[in-house]
């Protein structure tokens, strides 16, 4: 939320480029990508703003190439960001399973929109799955942040580029096409002034012993193994501090929304109706759906007799609420695909009808 | 016990871990690997250089050079290449591919780097067949070769004819070294040290993407002893893949 | 004698390579076995030696040095 009154340093940007705005100034200075709606946007801009901070702007030859590109910047030691929506960024799956092993820190956009396959090019959250269980081969994690509004695109930009660095991980920000494409008041973030030391990045062995940036482990038998558990330690800890959420009107909710994104919004504002009519609902809104904040969720339930779980999808976040959860049977689903925004009404409709 | 006074004209470059390879005896990588160090040195960029591993036999080949190393997927050498070396160019970056990691899988990142005129160097190691897997064809695998996936050798109506990669680069207006070169004897072997040096010093000149394909041999997949594999990439791919520079500016 | 190959006996991998490449044929395999479990490059006759380097050169496992005298 805005939290100046004061609207003299407040701009009108479009969530696409809200976001690539707040990577340069987190000191992202590389930039590698290939277009794709809805989020064209972001290589626009990167094409004209990157040569005006003395960054570098390339357009790859596909989103496999891009990713790689990252790669290898992210070796190099540099701030680095690529971005996509939903089928370019199954063509990283193979780039992000590298870089996780590899522990390379970058940033990946994903605007997601409809699928499976080509699907369409309205915005949709069923990538969540890809998201945060994976998406490439083997046992890794990113972090996932979501934001829901033009203001986070670039707040939690920012937060990105130093938790990629904090922990050398992929942050993947998973915004939707609706949040791209919309424009919205927001006030520019400032630099964090957080800087991470990077003494495994490949610099050029001048008075040290040459560095490798590898994934792969094939000697002593146990190597692999051994480097999964510095994966999974890192995974615990990060689960451990970054966990982030909002609780709104969750206090003393007795019907709680659960959401993330746009469909959040929608969420928001059943829930400010149905307060007006009396009813005691609440919105638990994920900032970080990998961590997922299963402990701040599982207060904000406390109370609830019902959850229903709202997502632009068939469902995929709701396995992780009913994974969260104490006595799981309260939890129910709606949802739209295919690129559909989920209808207000209807989700104060399904509350009011939980409680007949 | 030497009592005459000596000095050494062929030593271990300081580029060149002293470690016994895993690769098989008489391989072409070795050898190949040897003059890529020796260059490193004589240019004097030891401590800017970093080598891009391919997906195949060389897949360690940062475990040999004494100098950084990437990792990169199968064919995304061009692509990890081009992000090292926009982060600094100062650095000395060499994409060291095999057949299917730059013809196959990676045709797409080869061209575009080749053709973006990316300032690093390309050694592309030519020989005929995929060996890190056992032995199954490659782009480059000759007409009538047999293979693991061509068990009765490669029928080009159904496959299709081996990719020359150097005529295929050349279509192309950025690249300012493009030469094919070989290790089967020791003339050839000097000719593609004196290649790569050219391609290294291309890029400490900042003049743009230098590309060396070397014909090289595989004797444990093509079943033949080392000496006689070097005679059949003599006799049987130098025809088929002319040696010699097609760019040079 | 100008000089000679110095063989580390125990980095030969046994390929032969030396001894297609040696322009006066002073290079073959020794009778008994490396620790690799090959027979090993060995120069027959160092008197012969040109120090063209070219066995040196040719050794994929850097196994061969080469000396020549002052």
């Known amino acids: 939320m805005n939290k100046d009154k004061d609207m003299s340093n407040q701009i009108l940007m479009k969530g696409n480029e809200a976001l690539a705005e707040a990577a340069i100034i987190a000191g992202c200075r590389f930039y590698f990508g290939y277009p794709i709606t809805p989020q064209n946007e972001v290589p626009a801009y990167m094409a004209r703003r990157m040569p005006e901070v003395g960054g570098t702007f390339l357009q790859a030859e596909s989103e496999l190439a891009a990713i790689n590109m990252v790669y290898g910047a992210a070796a190099a030691g540099a701030r680095v960001m690529t971005s996509s929506s939903s089928p370019g960024i199954s063509l990283k799956q193979e780039g992000i399973s590298y870089i996780a092993g590899a522990e390379l820190p970058c940033v990946v956009v994903n605007i997601m929109r409809g699928g499976p396959g080509l699907g369409n090019i309205a915005g949709s959250q069923g990538d969540y799955f890809q998201a945060t269980r994976g998406g490439g081969n083997g046992d890794y994690r990113n972090i996932v942040l979501t934001p829901a509004t033009v203001q986070e695109m670039a707040d939690l930009a920012v937060l990105a580029f130093d938790l990629a660095d904090k922990y050398r991980i992929t942050v993947l920000i998973l915004g939707d096409g609706f949040l791209g494409q919309m424009s919205e008041a927001l006030t520019l973030p400032k630099p964090s002034g957080n800087t991470f030391e990077k003494p495994w990045a490949l610099t050029g062995a001048k008075g040290r012993k040459p560095n490798k940036v590898a994934s792969l482990r094939l000697i002593p038998d146990v190597a692999l193994e051994e480097l999964n558990l510095v994966l999974n330690e890192k995974y615990k800890k990060i689960t451990k501090s970054e966990c982030r959420s909002e609780s709104y009107k969750t206090e003393d909710a007795e019907y709680l929304l659960v959401a993330y994104g746009t469909s959040s919004r929608i969420c928001k504002q059943a829930v400010n109706e149905l307060r007006k009519e009396g009813i005691k609902a609440g919105l638990f809104r994920l900032i970080t759906a990998w961590p997922f904040p299963a402990e701040a969720l599982q207060e904000a339930s406390a109370k609830a007799k019902k959850i229903l779980t709202v997502e632009m999808s068939l469902g995929q976040m709701i396995e992780d609420v009913k994974l969260s959860v104490k006595n799981p049977e309260r939890v129910d689903f709606y949802g739209r695909s295919g690129g559909m925004l989920p209808e207000t009404d209807e989700i104060k409709r399904r509350i009011k009808a939980y409680g007949n | 016990m030497e009592t005459k006074k000596f000095k050494y004209v062929y030593d271990r470059p300081e580029a060149l871990v002293d470690k016994t390879t895993h690769y098989c005896p008489g391989c072409g990588h070795g050898i190949v690997h040897k003059l890529l160090a020796e260059v490193i040195d004589e240019l004097g960029v030891r401590e800017k250089a970093i080598v891009v591993a391919p997906v195949g036999c060389s897949v360690l080949i940062y475990d040999y050079m004494n100098f950084d190393g990437c990792e990169a997927s199968h064919g995304r050498a061009p692509a990890v290449a081009t992000g090292l070396k926009r982060v600094n160019p100062d650095s000395v970056v060499i994409s060291y591919q095999g057949d299917g990691d730059l013809l196959a899988i990676g045709t797409a990142e080869a061209i575009h780097a080749a053709n973006r005129g990316e300032n690093f160097t390309t050694i592309f190691i030519n020989n005929a067949i995929y060996g890190m897997t056992g032995g199954q064809m490659a782009p480059t695998t000759m007409e009538k070769q047999v293979t693991k996936t061509t068990p009765t050798g490669r029928d080009p109506m159904d496959v299709g004819y081996p990719i020359r990669g150097c005529e295929l680069l050349n279509t192309l207006e950025a690249p300012v070294f493009i030469e094919r070169c070989s290790i089967y004897d020791f003339k050839s072997t000097l000719k593609t040290k004196k290649a790569i040096k050219k391609g290294i010093k291309n890029q400490i000149e900042g003049r743009g993407y230098s590309f060396i394909e070397v014909l090289s041999t595989c004797p444990t997949n093509w079943g033949m002893k080392p000496q006689k594999a070097a005679e059949w990439v003599r006799d049987v791919m130098e025809p088929y893949y002319p040696l010699g520079n097609f760019r040079d500016n | ?70």
């Open chain 3, 1 to 70: 004698m100008r000089g000679k190959p110095i063989i580390d006996t125990d980095k030969c991998k046994g390929c032969e390579l030396c001894n297609g490449v040696c322009p006066v044929n002073i290079m073959s395999m020794s009778e008994t076995f490396n620790k690799q479990g090959v027979a090993y490059a060995v120069c027959i006759d160092e008197e012969k030696c040109t120090v063209c380097r070219a066995c040196a050169t040719i050794c994929p496992d850097m196994a061969i040095q080469v000396i020549k005298y002052e």
